[in-house]
């Protein structure tokens, strides 16, 4: 090779170039350049916006949260106004309720409306004695309030004994909220408060339900596929038109694999209670969409395994299935294990084919044969209604973009190894 | 064959049962592999009659949610999904489809190229692998993550554009928007054909070239690129696939018009994957079942591009390699 390179540097560094040539060459290069430059630009303009518009939004508090809202109601079984200290570590902007001993300030929740957030609570304040007082089987039950949660109503007793309410629903600022209670109040009845929403809990459930049903299912007939293709099938017209109709799935649009899914599969997932577009829809036809990518890294690490080895096992008198099972199969595993990170990668990114096999509507408790979205769907979900929550759908966007790359930049590597180790 | 002439014989210590049971068990595998086989090779075949029973199902007699007429579906130029009765009308649709991928690739393919070369040939060593890189990872990122990009960013790109030529957008939704969006999200698929191409170029050729008294440019422009032209436009055309089925990045920024086809640049536009994902509420319906319809159209213009491959490989040639 350097020996070739020397020989052309030389070539052209002592050919005399007219100064004509040399500025159309020189013009020619530097377009070359611009056009890398401007990949560079446009990868790097998606990071920097994504990060910019979406770091604010993530936080731990978005990966726990629900994304539905959920309403409670707790009476207090102590009322009593007590006497708390305000204490040294108050934020900007952070109030603190001298009687009651809990911090509030200002905060969003999932429709971006302005909530007042409970940020603290005193060890004894009466918060902690609350019971539940929706009607029910868990109606007076203790049930303590935590925080994070959206303030709407505080019901309290005036020194005229009369019940009045503060919070949410007086449009009280966090400031006013805390001064009304203090002032005006002698104890506090009840209270109104709401999860604030907007999280992600539920499609990361539904995500790693959704990898690990897709696997369950591409990975034996996927590495089947390539097992028989590779180690058994003879060479004939038959065997090309296995492989030629495997090839076409990769052409196939996403979309359609979608529509495929509902109309061949849907029946199959009905047999096991689904009225609606479920995740194990969505994981047939995911298995569907990563069959020709299983089935290609599969038979990329059988062609890496030596012959001899399958030789030595044929010729120590064991079955073909037998040699497949305890020679081939474990020496092809670091390849098999670069077809689970690439179909974890593929499953993660894909929402084409999942908004029409699990639905649009993001649920906080997914199950099996029920609606539910992934990460990536649940962007498409957030940015498709009236209102596009940039925020939101950024936020998740920073994670499936970590996860992608990580999984990307690992099988790169794994990669390396592989060719490594059979060269030596 | 030995005789039995000793007291021992090899043959009596082999358990007859046992390696007919593995024999069994090679046969019930062997069986196994290839039903994952055909099973494997069937999802094509299904796809085409599933998806296309589904999908010509509306413009058969008898169906449940009235007759639609086939001729008016494919030369039809509005498409009213609110109206009653809905009028479905698919021709603009293709039409916007085909100019928005083309646009896309106009703008792409130079570019990819360019870049392609650049990596290969021009690049010093070790930026190489930094290019391949940004390469890979523009590969790599998920298409709502380009949605959102394309929903923040271009389109406010294109909304000052327009804005400087004295125009209004629809907050920036627009045909410019789509194919800029596929411009990007082919670049990747484009470029790395190409970098394979281009590698796969002879070393002789060049050598040749330089000796007839060619500069390094001129070699890498004239004789490495035209050498690799066959591989280089299977690259094109399968950026083209790619830009005519994508579905959920292109549908947050088309704007799904009601009529066209959109020649406005600026205008809002409707891309046959657009009208797949627009509204989907009801899963069963005419309003769903003409989806399918819509996903027949799609997969016949995906596969006559996939055929021209083969086509372009034999009319343009280049120069095969080795």
């Given amino acids: 090779m350097s020996k070739h390179e020397a020989f052309q540097e030389r070539i052209s560094k002592n050919r005399g170039m007219t100064a004509k040539r040399r500025s159309i060459d020189g013009v020619r290069n530097f377009f070359t350049y611009l056009s890398a430059a401007l990949a560079v630009f446009v990868l790097g303009s998606?990071?920097?916006?994504?990060?910019?518009?979406?770091?604010?939004?993530?936080?731990?508090?978005?990966?726990?949260e629900d994304f539905h809202t959920v309403k409670y109601m707790v009476n207090f079984t102590e009322q009593e106004a007590g006497d708390f200290a305000v204490p040294d570590d108050l934020k900007e902007g952070e109030y603190f309720s001298t009687k009651y001993g809990f911090g509030v300030m200002e905060g969003t929740d999932a429709a971006k409306d302005t909530v007042i957030l409970l940020t603290r609570k005193a060890e004894d304040s009466p918060l902690h004695s609350g019971?539940?007082?929706?009607?029910?089987?868990?109606?007076?039950?203790?049930?303590?309030?935590?925080?994070?949660?959206?303030?709407?109503?505080?019901?309290?007793?005036?020194?005229?004994?009369?019940?009045?309410?503060a919070g949410q629903v007086r449009?009280?600022?966090?400031?006013?909220?805390?001064?009304?209670?203090?002032?005006?109040?002698?104890?506090?009845?009840?209270?109104?408060?709401?999860?604030?929403?907007?999280?992600?809990?539920g499609s990361i459930r539904a995500t790693l339900m959704l990898i690990g049903l897709t696997l369950l299912i591409s990975l034996p007939i996927?590495?089947?596929?390539?097992?028989?293709?590779?180690?058994?099938?003879?060479?004939?017209?038959?065997?090309?038109?296995i492989r030629t109709s495997?090839?076409?799935?990769?052409?196939?649009?996403?979309?359609?694999?979608?529509?495929m899914g509902m109309a061949i599969f849907f029946p199959i997932t009905a047999a096991f209670g689904a009225t609606t577009p479920n995740i194990l829809l969505g994981a047939i036809t995911m298995a569907v969409v990563l069959l020709p990518v299983t089935i290609r890294q599969t038979e990329e690490a059988l062609i890496t395994v030596p012959d001899k080895l399958r030789m030595g096992s044929l010729s120590l008198g064991a079955t073909q299935t037998q040699t497949i099972f305890k020679v081939v199969l474990p020496n092809a595993l670091?390849?098999?294990?670069?077809s689970i990170l690439l179909s974890v990668s593929r499953i993660i990114g894909e929402s084409a084919a999942l908004i029409y096999t699990m639905g649009t509507f993001v649920v906080d408790n997914p199950h099996i044969t029920g609606r539910a979205t992934t990460l990536a769907v649940q962007i498409w979900s957030v940015m498709s209604g009236e209102q596009p929550n940039f925020e939101l759908a950024t936020a998740i966007s920073i994670l499936v973009l970590i996860i992608v790359l990580v999984l990307n930049v690992s099988i790169k590597l794994i990669t390396r190894q592989l060719n490594k180790k059979w060269k030596e | 064959m030995p005789e039995q002439e000793k007291n021992f014989n090899v043959r009596d210590k082999i358990d007859m049962s046992r390696i007919k049971r593995r024999?069994?068990?090679?046969?019930?595998?062997?069986?196994?592999?290839?039903?994952?086989?055909?099973?494997?090779?069937?999802?094509?075949?299904?796809?085409?009659i599933f998806v296309g029973g589904k999908g010509i199902k509306p413009f058969l007699p008898g169906y449940e949610f009235g007759q639609q007429n086939l001729g008016k579906f494919l030369t039809g130029m509005t498409w009213r999904s609110d109206q009653n009765p809905p009028v479905y009308g698919a021709a603009f649709i293709v039409v916007n489809t085909l100019i928005s991928a083309f646009l896309a690739s106009v703008v792409s393919f130079p570019i990819s190229v360019l870049t392609a070369l650049f990596i290969v040939k021009i690049a010093p060593k070790k930026l190489r692998g930094f290019f391949t890189t940004v390469v890979e990872l523009l590969a790599a990122i998920p298409s709502v993550v380009y949605g959102v990009f394309a929903a923040g960013k271009i389109t406010k790109m294109v909304n000052s554009m327009a804005q400087h030529f004295g125009l209004t957008t629809h907050g920036g939704l627009s045909q410019l928007t789509v194919s800029i969006l596929l411009a990007i999200m082919i670049f990747p698929t484009i470029t790395s054909m190409a970098i394979n191409a281009i590698?796969?170029?002879?070393?002789?050729?060049?050598?040749?070239?330089?000796?007839?008294?060619?500069?390094?440019?001129?070699?890498?422009?004239?004789?490495?690129?035209?050498a690799a032209k066959s591989g280089i436009f299977a690259g094109l055309i399968l950026g083209l696939g790619r830009a005519f089925g994508e579905a959920t990045a292109v549908s947050m920024v088309a704007g799904n018009s009601m009529t066209g086809p959109t020649w406005n640049l600026f205008d809002i536009t409707r891309t046959l994957t657009s009208t797949m994902l627009s509204g989907l509420k009801e899963t069963s319906g005419l309003d769903y079942d003409i989806r399918f319809s819509v996903g027949i159209v799609l997969m016949i213009i995906v596969l006559i591009t996939n055929f021209s491959i083969q086509l372009i490989k034999r009319s343009i040639g280049g120069v095969s390699h080795e």
Avoid at chain 1, 334 to 338: C, V
């Fill in chain 1, 46 to 64: 998606i990071f920097v916006f994504v990060f910019q518009r979406g770091a604010k939004t993530l936080s731990w508090d978005l990966i726990t």
């Fill in chain 1, 131 to 165: 019971v539940n007082a929706v009607a029910g089987d868990t109606k007076d039950k203790p049930q303590d309030v935590p925080t994070h949660v959206n303030v709407v109503k505080i019901a309290y007793k005036n020194q005229e004994g009369e019940t009045k309410s």
């Fill in chain 1, 171 to 201: 449009h009280h600022t966090p400031q006013e909220f805390v001064e009304t209670l203090d002032q005006e109040s002698t104890g506090i009845v009840s209270m109104n408060y709401q999860s604030l929403g907007g999280g992600i809990r």
């Fill in chain 1, 222 to 241: 996927g590495i089947f596929a390539a097992i028989y293709l590779h180690e058994i099938a003879p060479k004939n017209g038959f065997t090309n038109f």
């Fill in chain 1, 246 to 259: 495997i090839e076409m799935l990769n052409g196939v649009p996403s979309i359609v694999f979608g529509l």
């Fill in chain 1, 334 to 338: 670091p390849g098999i294990l670069t």
């Fill in chain 2, 23 to 48: 024999e069994r068990t090679d046969k019930i595998f062997k069986t196994i592999f290839l039903i994952a086989g055909i099973l494997s090779a069937l999802m094509i075949i299904l796809i085409f």
């Fill in chain 2, 199 to 226: 590698a796969a170029v002879d070393k002789n050729l060049e050598l040749g070239s330089l000796a007839l008294g060619a500069s390094k440019t001129q070699t890498n422009f004239k004789v490495v690129l035209s």
